[in-house]
C-alpha cells in the first residue's frame, strides 16, 4: 500500500521553514537525521559532500554502489554538491554559499573545521545571521574535548549497555542507532529555537550539540533515582525499567506487550481474572504505592500469570478491560502494520536511479503547513551546478572550480 507522499506528480507542501536554506556538511547518521527533519519541514538542505561522500552511501543492501538503505532513509529532501573543502576555491565556493544560508550544520571534529578555517567564527564573520550548529561527540570544556564518537561509544559512556546487562546478564548495544537521532532530534530543536531567536533580533549565534552530554541528559532523566537528593537517599536507578521481567510477555502460545499501570487498570485486571476482593491478593498487589515498591515481585507475579492464557484470549481480555496492550511486531510485521499504512507513514516515491522506494516519512500531522517528502535522496554530487548557479556562480566560475577538482559532478 502507498503511503501520503506517493509520486503523483501532485506538487507537495511548502512546509513551515520554507524559504530557509540549510548548509549540511553532516554525514553518517546523527546530523543527516536532523537535517532531514528541518528538510521535511521545508528548508532547502544542501548537503556538502566529500568526493568519496558520505559514509553511510556505502553501508549494504543497496541496487547501485553508492546509494544504501541506510543513506536513502536518512537524506530525502536534500540536494547534493562535492566540494573539496581542502581546496582554496572549494573553501570559498562553500562561504560563498554560506553567505546566504540561515543554518550551518556539521559534525566534523573541532580541530579539523579549524584546520579548514570554517569554524564558527569564520562563517558568522561571513554571515552574521547564520545559526552555526556543531554537532560533536562531547563538550568543547570537558576533559574529553575533541575525541572521536559514535553511536556505540556514547550509548556505553551513558550506561545503556551495564543497564541491560543488569537485566539479562550480559551488557549490549541496543539494536537501534539510538545516540545518533536522539542528539538528532536535540539538534533539530535547538536550530529551530536559535532560528527563532535570530528572527526576533537579527543576530545569528553558535551553538554546540553534544552527543554524551545530550545522551547522558536522556538516561538520567530516568535513572537518577536516589541520588536526586544530596545527599543521596538509595542508588541511582528507576527499579520498574530495571525489573527483569518487565519484558513482553509469554503467553501459553506467543508473547504479548503490555502495562497494567493505575489503579483503575490494575482493579480491572483483578476482576477479569477473578481477584476482586483484595484479601484475596497478596498485599504487595494492593495499591500504587505498594506496587512500586515492590516491581520484581509484581512483574514476576504477572509474567506468571500471563502464562495461563493464549495470546488471542489475553488481547480479548485486555480490549474488553481498556487495558493498554499490543502485539509484539518483529521488523516485517512493523512495516506491515495496520495504523502505519492507515495513516501512510510508509511513504512511496520514485527515485530516477533506484526506481520505487518506501521511506518512513513524517509522523505529526499539521494542519496548516505539514512536512512532506519533495526531493528524492540525491546521487553524490547530484545537484553541483544547479546550487552554485542558484548563489550567483557564473558558467565561467563553475568551470573553474570543476577544472580544478573543488567541485566534483556526478556521474549521471
Known sequence: MSGRAEDSGAAKPAGPLAGFKVIDLTSVMMGPYATMILGDYGADVIKVESPDGDVMRHAAPMRHPGMGAMYLQGNRNKRSIVLDLKKPSGREALLR??????????????????????????????????????LHGFGETGPYAGRPAYDDLIQGLTALPALTGKITG?????????????????????ILAALIHRDRTGEGQAIE??????????????????????????PPGYSRLLSPDRRPYQTSDGYICALVYSDKQWNAFFRKIGLENEADRDPRLNGISARTRNYDFVYDWFSKVMKTRSTAEWMRLFEEADIPHAPLHDLDSLIDDPQLAAVGLIQSIEHPTEGTLRLAGPAATWSKTPPSIRHHPPQLGENGEEILREAGFSEDEIARLAAEGALINADL
Not at 550480559?170 to 535547538?190: C, F, K, Q, W
Request: hydrophobic share 50%; net charge negative.
Open 209 to 234: 550539540i553534544p552527543m554524551f552530554e545530550t545522551m547522558a541528559q536522556f538516561v538520567l532523566g530516568d535513572h537518577m533515582a536516589g541520588r536526586s537528593f544530596e545527599p543521596p537517599i538509595g
Open 97 to 134: 554559499l554560506a553567505s546566504t544560508a540561515d543554518v550551518f550544520v556539521h559534525n566534523v571534529r573541532p580541530a579539523a573545521m579549524a584546520r579548514l578555517k570554517l569554524g564558527a567564527d569564520d562563517l558568522l564573520a561571513v554571515n552574521p545571521r547564520l545559526v552555526y550548529a556543531s
Open 170 to 190: 550480559e551488557p549490549r548495544y541496543s539494536p537501534a542507532t539510538m545516540a545518533d537521532r536522539i542528539v538528532g532530534l536535540n539538534a533539530t530543536h535547538a
